[in-house]
Each structure stands twice: as structure tokens, then as C-alpha cells.
């Protein structure tokens, strides 16, 4: 039994923040409009951010309050705050009332936070991401009963799974009731998270509170009621010198009996009350001191070794005198300052060790006593023998926090434990045999978790150590485990070698008897020379691996074998093609794999658009977007298939939707392969749209991310067409044709057709242009520098496959650019043919402005008009300043007018008529369906204010009061049964 007062009888009196109370009260009211909001409170140590918290929650009553707090244990707990709140919550409504209304992949999902809510089920690539979006949803069904406060105290000590957590709260807040509140100290420079609290404070939905000192008026009445009377004019000038407005200096001081004031350090003034307390009751504080700010009943009753009787007597003056406050379960130090004065202060050094050995020893043999917070003890016990000086059970507990770490998905803090592990091994004798593993193991875990955290630089630069110590060691298997890693971390930092990589590895395995390791390896280096267009070995090694696969019972490799497959024999049987990815996506469902599910989103989105088939492609990827979404990977695989979309939507023209699709993945900070992709694609459509300045920014931030050749043949053409674009644009052609030439020499264009042909054209344009303007091109080419590059683009052209209508097209311009100046009109002819039959409208549109331009030459005016009105129509659409410009400058040259023949208004249809955009169009087909902004956002891969502002442009246009307004309206009009 423990002691048992409420947080009232502990409380100093609160004065003097109206302000900040004021700022609080007015974000909760604007949480209640719907509007999400955090605030972040900021302060020296003991200045009052825990009591400004406790005064706004009297003034929110109605509020579902969720208050959790930041641990300064040395290696602080992993996702300790929102463990802690789910604790709170599962004791207040109870656990079938907190899983109601959730889905079971929520559920399965918190499950990883909480055990209680589920069984876990293991963990794979991107269930961090998950379980992060299910406690978000978790925190939209509670703000659907009533408004949320999400409160964390002292994030200076969040680990930095927390911190990723609770970063994902406030930056992907929901539309819905909920403000988040959280308190840090001032943070020093060279602090981990000042940086990313700077960053997340940019937001528009987070204000700031600065806390300071309390003005000398303030200081008197916090005397005044400490002391039950006024106090003297001396007496609050000295306290008001002495501890600069802070209440947690002014309420120590006053403390003090007369002419007794210390003249020492803070520390001295906070241990002054705690040496005043009886014996008994001192000791008991140094015990709790080393268990922490916080510190349970049951496991101080078991350290201290007093009855329960005396443990009482000895606790009741410290929770009288507020040294101490008391919870459901255990005590807390009323601020964490006094705790820190009681351990540096009261303790001597063998005292500390003992009482730490007495802490792990009594949490080994029974884990419930390790602080509620925490859902596994060996980390809490790590701690504790550290302390203790204890290096031999240090090291066993340590190893088993950081395989807790990966039970946890707390890849940052399983990361540090394991170099923790590599720290203790060089203190113990035979560390192998203490826990059972080698060096060379911990060290391919160490990788692995870097690379999981998303250090990935740190990862590669581990994984040369980790090689060595395997290879020390013997261990081949090893070796091609790590080696395995390593490619996956070259793949997504844009490195070469990926391939050869794989092949290492799959050397150092026999052939005989087949493992599921070489299995997953044939069909890793399956899906790489795909990647890098080496088809034929490609598909050779996919058969192997699906044999393997059949043969050990791995379904897993079987459907990544099934997806390398589909994907290679696409262009000779689409229908086969996609029936292969449908088929590997239900295997990968029933094995419960979503990465390979996502994997086959983005293959066949690649393939369909390689193929010339846009539209299938964007409708593909929008399904895997959403898959990505529900399964967690949003922030991962996600991504890649966003940038699959978003190549699509602009071959198509769909620019704006791609601009909102490239926004938000790139807030998602994608890994730098992928943030180059994004970046290309975006750069293309400003590009495009004439504004090449911002375009050119983003060529230099690729350039800073990459020197020298990409990893893959479709990355190198993707990346050259837009430099080479840029630089034309810029007026450089010669270095425009330099980008194109060198790309060539890195990768042959046979190796990935579709991206070559518009870098060929580009390429092509280039020369044309540097001939113009006469200026010289690299004499390495040819000992005549034009006709050798002419020879290149013609001779590689002519070598380049076609398997699409736009391949066809983009064939086209390049000849049509290099063809004489006699033949050109018939060759831009046969180019506006092709462009026609190819459904991508920007080049399309500039095929019609060149016809228009030999229509005129011709003296056919009124066809020249036709298609010049036609490329102005186009231009607007795309809101391509650029083209529009271009056409706007021949039809005023040529005195023709742009305006569209008067014609008949009837066959204008309701969307036009209203002034909806297709993208507004499709945010209104959700809304019709009952979405919510975030689910519109997931839908869509937008940011869920995108869809805000898409849902009050489409009530403004339709002049409607709310969504339900419009969505009966868009019934009303049939507005969906226009393209039925």
C-alpha cells in the first residue's frame, strides 16, 4: 500500500501568466473550430511550464486530456510519453472501449506501442510508419467524442523514436479537434533536436511560448500566499535578486528561515528543504533519486528494503513538504531540478553504485517493477548496471534492450544500444559467450539498424567494418547478409554497385542445399539488372529464384520473382504482364508482406508508363498510393510511387496534380535517390512553365546531392534530359549537349528506351542550337566536333527501340531537329502525326506551333491559326507561360488572332460551367463519398491542408455552405455521370 494525496495539496500558487494561459485557451478554441493547433512552451528549467499546463487544464474541462512526459534516464525510454498516455487511457475507459470503432490493422498496429491492445505481429519494412498513423487515428476517434489535448512535458529528453512520433503528430495533424502542447528547456547550441524543433515551429499551426522570469509584482504575490502574509520589501527585493522571477527558486528561498538564505548554488537552495526532512525520509529520497524522477511503489518498497509501514512514515513529510507528489502507482520528484540535487548532492559514490545494483537486481527478477512507462525492463536494467559499474550484466542487459529495440520498431534507439553493446564488449572477457552472438554480428545488426533509422550514411560507412569483422571471422553467410544490406543502402542512396553487390554475395552461398537467403538474393539481383535493363540475365535469374522459392517454401521470394517476371514480359503480353503483378500482389497480401504489395504498385505503374499507356499508369499508382497509405508506408515506399505518379502525370499533362503529389513527397524527406527523382520531375514542370530560375535551383540541390553517374541507366537519362533543358533555356546549348553526351557514354540508351528518347530530343535541339549560335563543342568528340556529335545522336537514335506511340513521337523530333533545313516541314509534319496518336499534350502543343510555323511559310494562314489556337489552348491548360508566350509571339508576328470561333455553348459541360479544375473535380468525387480531408490527403498523396484549401475553393465555386451542400449538389447536376 502506498501513500496516497492529491496534486492540489502539493502546488505552489500559480501567478502571473494570464498571457500564456491566454494563448493556450485560444488555440483549444480554435481546435474546437476544427483548426488543428500546437503550441510549444519554452523555458529555463523550474520557470513553470508543468504549471501553466496544469492551470489551462482547469480551463478546458470538457477536454480528453493526454498527458505524458519525457524521461532523463541516461538512455531515455523508447515512445515513454505515448506509452505512458495509452496506460492512462487503458485504465480509464478500458481496453474494449479504447479498440471499438478501430480497424484491426489500427489495432495490430498500437499493439507495437502497447501490448496490451493485441499480439504484435512481427515487424517488417514500414511498420514504424504504421504504427505511427495508427495512433494518429487513434487520436482522430477520440477527437470525434470531444477535443483533444495531447500534452508532453521535458521533449529535451525524448529519445529519438519519441521525437520521430511525436513529430509525425504535429506535422501531419488531423483536421479534427486536437491541440498538442509540448514543454522543453531552452535548448543549448549542438542539442539533436534544435534543429528539428526550429524546423517543425516554421509551420503555420504552431505558436511559441517563451516563458521568462516573473516581474517583481508576480514574485510578491507567490510570497504572499507561501507565506500567508505579505512578505517584507528587503525580503522580496533579495528573493526577487537572488532567483530572477523563477518560482521554483522563489518558493525554495522562501523555505529558508530567516538570515538563513543560502549563498550558494541552485543546488544548495533545492537540497536545503531535503536536509531539514527527518532521517528516514532522506534516505528514501536518495534511494528514489537513483530510480529516477519517477519512481514506483513497489520497486522502492523492494530497493529500500523497509516494511511497508516504515516506508510510509518515511515518505509522508516529503509529499507534505512537495518535495514529492504521489500518482496511481508510484511517486514523482515535484520537478525534475530537485531530483537531479538529491542525486549529485546527497548521494556518495559507493551509496550510488549499491542502490543501483539494488535497482537492476530487483528489476531482473521481476520486470513489472521497471517504471510503468517502459513496456520492456532490459533497457531499465541496462541503465542501472552501467551506473552500478557492472559491465558483464550491463553488456547481457544491453544486448537484450537493443533486441527489444527492433520488437519496438525504436530502430534509433536499438541503434545506440548495440554501440553501447560494442563499447561494453572491450571490458568483459569472452563477450561472445555472455550473449551468445559475435562481433561480427553485432556489428551487421549495428548496420542494419542505422539503415532502419534512416542514417543510411552511417549505415554505409559501418557496413566496410562489419565486412571486415565477418570475414575475420569466417562467417560467409554473414558476409553475404551485410553485403545484401549494403546494396539495399547503395540503392537508396543513388550509389552504383548495387548489382555487383548482390552478386558478392550470392558467391560466398553454395548452390547446394538451397537456402531461403540465396533465394532472396536471385530474386534482389533480379529486380536490380531490370532496373539497370539487363532483361535477359534479368529473366533468368527470376526463374532460378522462383524455383528456390517453390523449393524452400518462400513465398516471399516467390512473389518478388512473380513481380520481376510481369515486369519483363510486359511489352511482349501486357494483358500476362499485369495479371502477373495482380497475381504477386495476392500472394504478397496473403503472406502479409505490403512491401512487396507496394513494390508491384510501383513496377507496374513503371511498366504501363514506359509503354506509352498514361492513363492506366496514373490510375495504378493512385491505387498504390492509397495501399501505401493504409498499410503505413506512405513516408517509404510511398514515396516511389508517388514519383511514379507523378512522371505520369506529367507525360499526360496533369501538372497541377503532380505539383501537389511532388509537394508532399518531398515534405516527407524522402532518402536522396528518391528526393533527385522528385526533384527532376519538378524541375521539368517549372521548367516547362517558364520559370526557369526555380528550376535551376533545383538542378543545383541535385547536383549537391549527386556527382558523377547515377546508379541506374533510367535515373542518369531522367536527370539529363532536365539539366540539358535547363542549360538550354539558360542559353548554354553546347553544355546542354555535353549533359546528353555524357549520359550516353555512362549508359548505352538501349538499356531504358522510354527515358532516353526525350533526352535524345533534347540532345538534339542542343546541337541545333550550338550550330546556330557557332559555338564549339568538345573536341574529344571528333576530330570534326558537329558532325561527330550529329553522328552519335543519329547513330544512337537509329539503335534505340520503340514500344510506344510517344517513343515513336519523340523519334520523331529527333529527326525532325537534324534533318536539313530543305526537308524540315515534312519531318515536323510526320512529328505532329506522331504527337498526335501519342497522349502527351505539352509536346504535342509545340509539334503544332512548329507546323503552324511552315503553314505560314506556306501562306496557309487559316490552317496556321487553327493549330496555333489549338497549342494556346493547350498552354493555358498546363499553365505553361513559356508556350503560351512562344505561340502568343508567331501569331502576333503573323497578325492572327488566338480567339476561339464562336460556337456552341451547350456542349460545355457542368464542371466547366462551375469552374472546376479535374483536381478539384476528383477532391469533390471524394467528398461526395464522405471522406474526410486526411482521407482525401492519403487518397490523393497530398498534405491534408492541400485538401483543406481544395475543399473551400470547390465551396466557394459552387457557392455551397459545406461539404454535404455540395455533395448534394454534385449529385443534383449529375456531375459524375458526365464521363459515365
Not at 702 to 724: S, V, W
Amino acid at each position: 500500500m502506498k501513500i496516497s494525496t492529491t496534486d492540489r495539496e502539493c502546488l505552489p500558487p500559480f501567478v502571473g501568466r494570464r498571457e500564456a494561459v491566454g494563448v493556450l485557451e485560444e488555440a483549444y478554441a480554435e481546435t474546437r473550430r476544427g483548426v488543428p493547433r500546437a503550441v510549444f512552451v519554452t523555458g529555463e528549467p523550474g520557470i513553470g511550464k508543468s504549471a501553466l499546463l496544469r492551470q489551462f487544464q482547469q480551463s478546458a474541462p470538457n477536454a480528453t486530456f493526454l498527458v505524458g512526459g519525457c524521461l532523463d534516464l541516461g538512455d531515455a525510454p523508447s515512445y515513454a510519453p505515448f506509452v505512458g498516455m495509452l496506460r492512462s487511457l487503458v485504465r480509464q475507459v478500458g481496453l474494449d472501449t479504447l479498440r471499438s470503432g478501430l480497424t484491426t490493422a489500427v489495432v495490430n498496429a498500437l499493439a507495437w506501442l502497447l501490448p496490451d491492445f493485441a499480439e504484435p505481429l512481427p515487424p517488417y519494412e514500414g511498420t514504424r510508419a504504421r504504427m505511427f498513423d495508427a495512433f494518429l487515428t487513434l487520436l482522430e476517434k477520440l477527437a470525434q467524442e470531444k477535443p483533444v489535448v495531447l500534452m508532453i512535458e521535458d521533449v529535451h529528453w525524448a529519445d529519438q523514436s519519441t521525437w520521430d512520433l511525436l513529430s509525425y503528430v504535429v506535422s501531419n495533424a488531423p483536421e479534427s479537434p486536437l491541440l498538442t502542447i509540448i514543454t522543453y528547456r531552452n535548448l543549448p547550441h549542438g542539442h539533436p533536436l534544435r534543429g528539428p524543433l526550429a524546423g517543425l515551429r516554421q509551420r503555420d499551426h504552431v505558436l511559441q511560448i517563451e516563458l521568462e522570469g516573473l516581474p517583481r509584482a508576480a514574485v510578491g504575490l507567490q510570497a504572499a500566499a507561501l507565506l500567508g502574509r505579505r512578505p517584507e520589501e528587503a525580503l522580496l527585493d533579495d528573493i526577487m535578486h537572488r532567483s530572477s522571477g523563477n518560482p521554483l527558486f522563489v518558493e525554495a528561498l522562501l523555505q529558508c528561515s530567516p538570515g538563513e538564505l543560502p549563498g550558494g548554488q541552485i543546488r544548495d537552495l533545492l537540497i536545503a528543504p531535503v536536509e531539514r526532512l527527518p532521517a528516514p525520509t532522506q534516505r528514501v529520497l536518495r534511494v528514489a533519486a537513483v530510480g529516477g524522477a519517477e519512481v514506483g511503489h513497489n520497486v522502492l518498497s523492494a530497493v529500500s528494503e523497509l516494511s511497508e509501514d516504515d516506508l510510509e512514515e518515511a515518505l509522508r513529510p516529503a509529499v507534505h513538504q512537495r518535495i514529492l507528489a504521489t500518482d496511481h502507482d508510484g511517486y514523482r520528484f515535484r520537478h525534475t531540478l530537485i531530483v537531479e540535487a538529491v542525486y549529485d548532492g546527497l548521494l556518495l559514490p559507493g551509496e550510488r553504485k549499491r542502490l543501483h545494483r539494488r535497482f537492476a537486481e530487483a528489476i531482473d527478477r521481476d520486470p513489472s517493477l521497471a517504471p510503468p512507462v517502459l513496456c520492456h525492463a532490459p533497457g531499465e536494467v541496462a541503465r542501472h548496471w552501467a551506473a552500478a559499474g557492472e559491465p558483464v550484466p550491463a553488456l547481457a542487459a544491453t544486448w537484450q534492450a537493443a533486441r527489444d529495440g527492433r520488437d519496438l520498431l525504436a530502430h534509433p534507439e536499438r541503434l545506440r544500444m548495440l554501440q553501447r553493446v560494442l563499447e561494453l564488449w572491450q571490458l568483459v572477457d569472452d563477450p561472445s559467450k555472455i550473449i551468445g552472438v559475435s562481433r561480427g554480428d553485432v556489428l551487421r545488426d549495428i548496420v542494419e539498424a542505422a539503415d532502419d533509422s534512416g542514417y543510411i550514411d552511417l549505415g554505409m560507412s559501418l557496413a566496410a567494418d562489419a565486412l571486415d569483422a565477418a570475414r575475420a571471422e569466417g562467417d560467409t553467410r554473414l558476409e553475404a547478409q551485410i553485403l545484401e544490406r549494403r546494396a539495399r543502402i547503395r540503392s537508396r542512396l543513388g550509389i552504383a554497385g548495387v548489382a555487383s553487390e548482390l552478386e558478392a554475395a550470392l558467391r560466398l552461398l553454395p548452390e547446394s542445399p538451397p537456402s531461403p537467403l540465396r533465394t532472396r538474393l536471385l530474386s534482389h539481383l533480379a529486380q536490380r539488372l531490370w532496373a539497370e535493363g539487363e532483361t535477359r540475365e534479368a529473366r533468368d535469374l527470376s526463374e532460378q529464384a522462383l524455383k528456390l522459392a517453390h523449393e524452400t517454401a518462400d513465398a516471399y521470394s516467390e512473389a518478388n520473382a512473380v513481380i520481376t517476371l510481369a515486369g519483363l514480359v510486359a511489352e511482349d503480353d501486357l494483358k500476362a504482364s499485369r495479371a502477373g503483378f495482380a497475381a504477386a500482389r495476392d500472394l504478397a497480401d496473403r503472406i502479409g508482406a505490403p512491401t512487396l504489395v507496394i513494390t508491384s504498385y510501383i513496377n507496374e505503374t513503371s511498366v504501363l508508363e514506359d509503354l506509352g499507356h498514361h492513363t492506366a499508369a496514373a490510375d495504378t499508382a493512385r491505387v498504390g498510393v492509397r495501399r501505401a497509405a493504409e498499410v503505413g508506408l506512405a513516408r517509404t515506399l510511398g514515396v516511389r510511387v508517388a514519383a511514379c505518379l507523378s512522371e505520369t502525370l506529367l507525360s499526360s499533362g496533369m501538372w497541377d496534380e503532380a505539383v501537389e503529389v511532388l509537394s508532399h513527397a518531398l515534405d516527407l524527406e524522402p532518402p536522396r535517390a528518391y528526393r533527385a527523382t522528385l526533384l527532376a520531375v519538378q524541375g521539368q514542370i517549372l521548367a516547362a512553365r517558364g520559370d526557369i530560375e526555380s528550376a535551376a535551383r533545383l538542378l543545383d540541390e541535385i547536383r549537391a546531392l549527386f556527382d558523377g553517374k547515377f546508379e541506374t541507366p533510367a535515373n542518369q537519362f531522367r536527370q539529363a534530359t532536365f539539366e540539358a533543358t535547363v542549360l538550354l533555356q539558360q542559353g548554354d546549348a553546347g553544355s546542354a549537349l555535353n549533359t546528353v553526351l555524357d549520359a550516353l557514354e555512362a549508359y548505352p540508351a538501349h538499356l531504358s528506351p522510354s527515358r532516353a528518347w526525350p533526352m535524345l530530343a533534347v540532345g538534339a535541339r542542343a546541337l541545333v542550337e550550338a550550330d546556330v549560335r557557332a559555338r564549339l563543342l568538345p573536341a574529344r568528340l571528333h576530330s570534326q566536333p558537329r558532325d561527330g556529335a550529329l553522328k552519335i545522336l543519329k547513330g544512337t537514335a537509329a539503335d534505340t527501340s520503340i514500344r510506344s506511340d510517344a517513343d515513336r513521337a519523340w523519334r520523331a523530333a529527333v529527326t525532325a531537329s537534324l534533318a536539313p533545313a530543305s526537308d524540315r516541314w515534312r519531318a515536323r509534319e510526320e512529328e505532329l502525326v506522331a504527337w498526335e496518336r501519342a497522349p502527351q499534350p505539352y509536346p504535342l502543343a509545340w509539334a503544332l506551333l512548329h507546323s503552324a510555323e511552315g503553314l505560314l511559310a506556306r501562306g496557309s494562314r487559316a490552317a496556321a491559326a487553327e493549330q496555333l489556337r489549338r497549342a494556346a489552348g493547350i498552354a493555358r491548360s498546363l499553365g505553361s507561360q513559356r508556350l503560351l508566350g512562344a505561340v502568343e509571339s508567331l501569331a502576333n508576328r503573323a497578325q492572327l488572332s488566338l480567339a476561339e470561333p464562336a460556337g456552341d455553348e451547350e456542349s460545355e459541360t457542368v464542371t466547366s460551367k462551375l469552374g472546376l479544375t479535374a483536381r478539384e473535380r476528383e477532391v469533390l468525387r471524394l467528398v461526395t463519398l464522405g471522406r474526410t480531408n486526411r482521407q482525401i490527403a492519403n487518397e490523393l498523396f497530398i498534405s491534408a491542408k492541400t485538401a483543406s484549401v481544395h475543399v473551400s475553393r470547390i465551396l466557394t465555386k459552387m457557392d455551397a455552405a459545406n461539404r454535404g451542400e455540395a455533395a448534394a449538389m454534385a449529385h443534383r447536376l449529375g456531375i459524375f455521370e458526365e464521363s459515365a
